[in-house]
């Protein structure tokens, strides 16, 4: 049986039918998942949805989805044998169908309270991790996690006992799957995160609840070996739900960590948005749409999303689909280049529009980059920039911030574009497509770009926090006053946007007229030359095989030795976290009978999550280096 032909089944359901499995059945789950899966258990779907997959002649399983499409309700699972609902083939079935996203709380209809747009799922379905660094410290002493106090003079507001005793859950799920490794974090496992996960969305912790479900949607693809699945993601993942776990059960969070379970909205006024460029939306979840960029007149950053399930066929067609907000007369392609004006605005705290009652649009003339405010995203360095944003990663939720600058081409690197930032001994930078599928022109547009070296370019685009001086670009245009630089038609007002308009050869100027450049030599990568990757190697064979591999990779001599070059590179805080996760993971006292006698894995946890936090913020402090 194919999983595709299963429907979605809500976290909650998986996590209760898991539950009420006894020890016994349990230690079959994962083998009966797995036949699921691999099509030992024959299923049939009809034509409303509902699946049945018969695991014998006296038991059959059927699933019937309700009005979202998903199995949300435990009564929505059925299954015809003696032990029903408390049977393995239920759980089974339940297990090998994909996780359904939780449906956002309703928004009521009011001019000051407006309709969320519908990007805000693909917020969620995006796979970054967007959380702020945060000290790891000793557990508390009643078992949950702790983290440093707050300062005395701004006490954060505190959470309520719910939320407190669900944030202490969360921590417990994670630190137990982390002990326990992908090979080893299967159904029983998940479920468990899964059921903390949905005690923390009644809770009203929606931040957690996103990180917890990430996490479980990486051990899956993890354990299916999925060509998606990426260790350092899987870790990634753990750091974030770790992270968020411990400062919310410490109580010292900032009212941020506890997230919103729909976008807020607050109202803007009257305002004069100018569209900048059209980025396409195409995430893993099958939602697909597109997000236009906007600058007010005060250089406010704003956008306005087209976001809905319906995957690359959607996100293709939305870039020129019509603007809903308003009663806006134009589409998404002419917003990018033109503008709105706007009585009664609503704008969420990442910049996004709100379509509310009381919101009236008016098309205006767009302006071009070389005007303001459009003018002041290529003044500043972009090392400036970059800094800016990594000394506050992510404060809002909405990524990386964009930012333009003036390079010149010097050629392919792989997949990859080479340039040179137009400044005095400005950087070599690496552009690399924001969007890599093949039915999307990035790919194309840079390939194309790539074979003029020495092209004079004007680049908006995303900054990659995660590698050495990368951008994602999303636009491009020709460089004022440059003679061998890009050739748009009037209509594009001096922009391409790269995941819609395709670059044609008349947008080039004859390469006879091309300068001489130096060869392409990408800079210094001081990430790629740095000792950082032993300790991530340990971390990720913690994050893949769990507490054991980590004990393992450090018994005997070589751990002394594998980081000596981190205390010689000058990573000696590195070296230290990394030797102390090792020990930790090889603590295991036990009694004269050979009982452990502390069975629990906070203490592991938290140096785990000790040293990823150090090496991110070491990442962050590398990553900036480069684009300087």
Same mark, same amino acid.
């Given at each position: 049986m194919s999983t595709d032909l299963l429907p979605p089944v809500a976290p909650e359901v998986l996590a209760e039918a898991v539950e009420h499995l006894t020890a016994r059945l349990r230690k079959k789950l994962d083998a009966a998942v797995?036949?699921?899966?691999?099509?030992?258990?024959?299923?049939?779907? *009809?034509?409303?949805?509902?699946?049945?997959?018969?695991?014998?002649?006296?038991?059959?399983?059927?699933?019937?989805?309700?009005?979202?499409?998903?199995?949300?309700?435990?009564?929505?699972?059925?299954?015809?044998?003696?032990?029903?609902?408390?049977?393995?083939?239920? *759980?089974?079935?339940?297990? *090998?169908?994909?996780?359904?996203?939780?449906?956002?709380?309703?928004?009521?209809?009011?001019?000051a309270d407006p309709a969320r747009p519908a990007a805000t799922a693909a917020a969620a379905a995006a796979d970054g991790t967007g959380g702020q660094a945060a000290t790891a410290t000793s557990p508390a002493a009643a078992g949950g996690p702790a983290s440093p106090a707050g300062g005395p003079d701004a006490p954060p507001p505190a959470l309520s006992a719910a939320q407190a005793a669900a944030a202490v859950a969360l921590w417990r799920a994670g630190a137990e799957a982390l002990a326990a490794g992908a090979t080893a974090a299967g159904t029983v496992v998940q479920a468990e995160l899964l059921r903390a996960a949905h005690s923390a969305r009644v809770a009203g912790l929606p931040r957690a609840e996103a990180a917890t479900l990430r996490l479980v949607r990486g051990l899956r693809a993890a354990?299916?070996?999925?060509?998606?699945?990426?260790?350092?993601?899987?870790?990634?993942?753990?750091?974030?739900?770790?992270?968020?776990?411990?400062?919310?059960?410490? /109580?010292?969070? =900032?009212?941020?960590w506890t997230g919103t379970s729909r976008r807020s909205y607050r109202q803007g006024g009257h305002l004069r948005v100018?569209? !900048?460029?059209?980025? &396409?939306?195409?995430?893993?979840? #099958?939602?697909?749409?597109?997000?236009?960029?906007?600058?007010?007149?005060?250089?406010?950053?704003?956008?306005?999303?087209?976001?809905?399930?319906?995957?690359?066929?959607?996100?293709?067609?939305?870039?020129?689909?019509?603007?809903?907000?308003?009663?806006?007369?134009?589409?998404?392609? /002419?917003?990018?280049?033109?503008?709105?004006?706007?009585?009664?605005?609503?704008?969420s705290p990442d910049g996004r529009l709100g379509a509310g009652r009381g919101v009236q649009a008016h098309p205006m003339p767009g302006i071009p980059w070389t005007g303001e405010p459009a003018a002041a995203l290529f003044a500043r360095p972009a090392a400036e920039a970059v800094a800016a944003q990594l000394a506050d990663p992510d404060p809002d939720g909405a990524g990386p911030a964009l930012l333009g600058c003036d390079v010149t081409v010097l050629g392919p690197a792989g997949e990859d574009l080479l340039v040179r930032e137009d400044r005095p001994d400005g950087p070599v930078l690496r552009l690399r497509a924001a969007h890599p599928h093949p039915e999307l022109p990035h790919l194309e547009n840079l390939r194309r770009i790539a074979s003029h070296p020495g092209l004079?370019?004007?680049? !908006?685009?995303?900054?990659?926090?995660?590698?050495?001086?990368? $951008?994602?670009?999303?636009?491009?245009?020709?460089?004022?006053?440059?003679?061998?630089?890009?050739?748009?038609?009037?209509?594009?007002?001096?922009?391409?946007?790269?995941?819609y308009d395709r670059l044609q050869g008349d947008n080039f100027p004859p390469r006879s007229t091309a300068p001489q450049t130096p060869p392409a030599?990408?800079?210094?990568? &001081?990430?790629?030359?740095?000792? $950082?990757?032993?300790? =991530?190697?340990?971390?990720?064979?913690?994050?893949?095989? #769990?507490?054991?591999?980590?004990?393992?990779?450090?018994?005997?001599?070589?751990? $002394?030795?594998a980081y000596g070059p981190l205390r010689r590179a000058g990573f000696t805080t590195a070296a230290e976290l990394a030797a102390d996760l090792a020990a930790e993971a090889d603590r295991r006292p036990r009694d004269a009978f050979g009982r452990l006698t502390d069975p629990s894995a906070d203490a592991y946890a938290w140096a785990w999550l000790a040293a990823a936090t150090h090496l991110a913020a070491a990442r962050r402090a590398l990553v900036a280096a480069s684009w300087d």
């Open positions: 797995e036949g699921c899966a691999t099509g030992a258990t024959p299923a049939e779907r *009809a034509a409303d949805g509902t699946v049945t997959i018969r695991f014998g002649e006296d038991a059959v399983v059927t699933l019937r989805p309700g009005p979202g499409g998903a199995v949300d309700t435990p009564e929505r699972a059925v299954c015809t044998c003696l032990l029903a609902p408390r049977c393995l083939h239920r *759980a089974a079935a339940l297990g *090998a169908a994909p996780l359904a996203d939780t449906p956002a709380a309703p928004e009521p209809e009011t001019a354990r299916e070996r999925s060509g998606s699945h990426r260790l350092a993601d899987l870790a990634a993942s753990f750091l974030e739900l770790l992270q968020t776990a411990a400062l919310l059960a410490s /109580g010292t969070a =900032d009212p941020a100018y569209g !900048l460029c059209r980025e &396409p939306v195409l995430s893993a979840t #099958g939602y697909g749409g597109v997000v236009t960029h906007l600058l007010s007149q005060d250089g406010g950053r704003h956008s306005l999303s087209d976001v809905r399930p319906g995957g690359l066929a959607r996100a293709k067609g939305a870039g020129s689909a019509s603007v809903v907000l308003g009663g806006a007369a134009l589409d998404h392609a /002419g917003l990018a280049r033109g503008g709105l004006r706007i009585a009664g605005a609503t704008v004079a370019l004007r680049v !908006l685009g995303r900054p990659d926090l995660d590698r050495a001086a990368t $951008l994602r670009p999303l636009a491009v245009g020709p460089v004022p006053g440059a003679a061998y630089t890009l050739r748009l038609p009037d209509g594009l007002l001096g922009r391409a946007d790269l995941g030599e990408p800079g210094p990568d &001081p990430l790629a030359e740095s000792p $950082l990757w032993r300790a =991530d190697r340990l971390l990720e064979s913690g994050v893949a095989g #769990g507490r054991r591999a980590v004990a393992e990779a450090g018994r005997g001599p070589e751990p $002394l030795a």
